[in-house]
């Protein structure tokens, strides 16, 4: 797994960003996450080691793209025409874009997009059914040959089925980490993970969160555990069943 992050530090714009985790991780520092700043990796893509090769390789996985902000974040305007030109030269690269603004999607794409990057996965990400209804129609008519939707971290049921057609390569869900976090019903992700059957797309139980409801009982569950006990539910949907 590899990460580039260009930039670091975002604003809060949904229930979703409550409890963010670069807040937190932030704030042990004094660090204030809403100051927007390049990274010294902001040309990660391109730098080369001493024998003149990439210090990025492909490892065969995804290189999660701006995980510390949101490549779409409006700050970041500035930067953002250079790291498409970083992403199309480095086409061996698959790229993993997630956002919660998608709705900035169709103003911050390169002029020569057309129906997407093939080394580009756009993800648009939804944590209750608020989210869903504002964001997703708005992703179903985006043009990206890579398109998924994360429900992390998810704060209620949502109805996936309006928006999971052709278009939409995988699902994932999850709870939320921190002290702070709120309550993730198990009841919700097997729903949607219903829906994801109905439809023919694969999904993913990423992780369990901290406080996770199953059978009425709330589970506390520490950090190190939240991804292996997601696993351990064994409900991943890995082939399309239609």
């Avoid at 992390?152 to 995988?170: G, K, N, T, V």
């Amino acid at each position: 797994m590899s990460e580039w992050n260009p930039w670091h530090g975002c604003r809060k714009i949904s229930p979703g960003c409550l409890n963010c985790y670069v807040y937190r991780r932030d704030a042990k520092y004094a660090i204030d996450s809403r100051d927007v700043r390049k990274n010294t990796d902001f040309d990660l893509p391109l730098k080369l080691k001493r024998d003149h090769t990439y210090k990025l390789q492909s490892d065969g996985s995804y290189v999660y793209t701006c995980f510390t902000s949101d490549f779409f974040l409006e700050e970041a305007d500035p930067w953002r025409t250079d790291c498409w030109e970083m992403i199309r030269r480095r086409f061996d690269l698959s790229f993993f874009i997630i956002t919660k603004r998608i709705h900035r999607f169709s103003e911050c794409i390169p002029k020569d997009w057309g129906n997407g990057y093939r080394n580009v996965t756009i993800c648009c990400t939804v944590e209750n059914e608020e989210m869903a209804k504002k964001r997703l129609p708005i992703f179903q008519e985006s043009k990206s040959i890579h398109k998924q939707i994360i429900c992390e971290p998810l704060l209620s049921p949502i109805d996936l089925s309006p928006y999971l057609d052709s278009s939409i390569e995988a699902v994932a869900v999850g709870g939320e980490s921190g002290e702070n976090a709120r309550i993730c019903d198990y009841a919700w992700v097997l729903d949607i993970r219903r829906q994801c059957m109905e439809a023919g797309v694969p999904f993913r139980f990423r992780q369990t969160g901290a406080k996770f409801l199953k059978d009425g009982i709330l589970y506390h569950i520490k950090r190190e555990h939240q991804h292996r006990q997601a696993q351990a539910a064994g409900i991943d949907i890995q082939k399309i069943f239609l």
